[in-house]
Structure formats: structure tokens, C-alpha cells
């Protein structure tokens, strides 16, 4: 059986399923975290609150720094008032796939 991805390659580029924690102490990409229904987020901590979608902006500019595109590439595509979210990414989704994995930890 093969892994879950914490992601979802497309013809417009990748879309991440994520998990946001705010109101951390820092920015920052935790991990990938298996959940009990068998898929995969990408765990993100983000320091800002959940208001006004200060959560969100915060969640879009720490993927943009780590993938290395400009934020206006990004948006919240489902999940805007929720800890779990997809994020659209639009691009090339092999090199945007290939950022990311560096930017992961294991």
C-alpha cells in the first residue's frame, strides 16, 4: 500500500493538505503527520492569532518563503476558518514538489 501524500499534483500546479496550529511560539514547517483516517498533512505552526484570517496570511507567507515563490501564487482553497486547509499553489508542480521536499522534515 502506498504512502499518503500531503499533496496533490495538478495541471495549474500543487495543492497541499495541511494542518495549522496557531497562535505558536514560531513560524514553522513540523512536519508530515499520518492521520487516523489513513492521509497525510503537512503540519504548520504559525505564531500569529486565528482572526480575521491573520492565521491564513501568516500560513501563506511561511509556504511561499519555504517553496520560494511569491506569495500571490498562493491561496487558502478550502478550509478558511478551519485548522485543516487545502492551499493552492500555482506553478510548475514537479519544481514546486521538489521545494518542498527540501523543505520538509522527515
Do not use: H, W
Not at 1 to 22: A, E
Not at 39 to 67: E, F, H, I, M, T
Amino acid at each position: 500500500m502506498d504512502d499518503p501524500k500531503c499533496y496533490r499534483l495538478s495541471p495549474q500546479g500543487l495543492s497541499l493538505f495541511v494542518r495549522v496550529t496557531p497562535n505558536a511560539g514560531r513560524d514553522a514547517i513540523a512536519g508530515v503527520e499520518r492521520r487516523d483516517d489513513n492521509s497525510a498533512v503537512l503540519r504548520l505552526r504559525v505564531s500569529a492569532v486565528p482572526d480575521k484570517g491573520k492565521a491564513n496570511a501568516a500560513v501563506l507567507a511561511l509556504l511561499a518563503k519555504a517553496l520560494g515563490v511569491p506569495k500571490s501564487t498562493l491561496s487558502v482553497a478550502s478550509g478558511e476558518t478551519s485548522r485543516l486547509k487545502t492551499i493552492a499553489v500555482a506553478g510548475d508542480g514537479v519544481a514546486l514538489l521538489a521545494a518542498l521536499t527540501k523543505c520538509t522534515p522527515t
